[in-house]
């Protein structure tokens, strides 16, 4: 069982940037790939970014590249986002996951998911 919390949400002007965070308690998160989703109002749930178990490999959704970072540190057992040059459509509730290796971005494949942060871009 992994317990997954995250923190670090808040109101931010478009164009600003947040870091999100991820800690993992109970089974160690480094046998894990880690993920981060979001859910806007109204929309269904999509993939943002994800990481390896090692740290080496990071996948992102089209719509974040080059302007989020995901990042973990395995002795802490947390995971980062850091998200520049926010948008208003960055508006939504974030959460992280973690899942098998070879997961890829299909929440159906993520075993554990926390309970969410909000983040929302002003215009």
């Known amino acids: 069982q992994v317990q997954l919390v995250e923190s670090g949400g808040g109101l931010v002007q478009a164009g600003g940037s947040l870091r999100v965070s991820c800690a993992a308690s109970?089974?160690?998160?480094?046998?894990?790939?880690m993920g981060w989703f979001r859910q806007a109002p109204g929309k269904e749930r999509e993939f943002v970014a994800l990481?390896?178990?090692?740290?080496?490999?990071?996948a992102y959704a089209d719509s974040v590249k080059g302007r989020f970072t995901i990042s973990r540190d395995n002795a802490k057992n947390t995971v980062y986002l850091q998200m520049n040059s926010l948008k208003p459509e960055d508006t939504a509730v974030y959460y992280c996951?973690?899942?098998?290796?070879?997961?890829?971005?299909?929440?159906?494949?993520?075993?554990?998911w926390g309970q969410g942060t909000q983040v929302t871009v002003s215009s």
């Open positions: 996951a973690a899942g098998p290796p070879g997961v890829g971005q299909r929440m159906e494949g993520y075993d554990y």
């Open positions: 109970g089974r160690t998160s480094s046998q894990y790939v």
């Open positions: 990481i390896s178990r090692s740290g080496a490999g990071t």
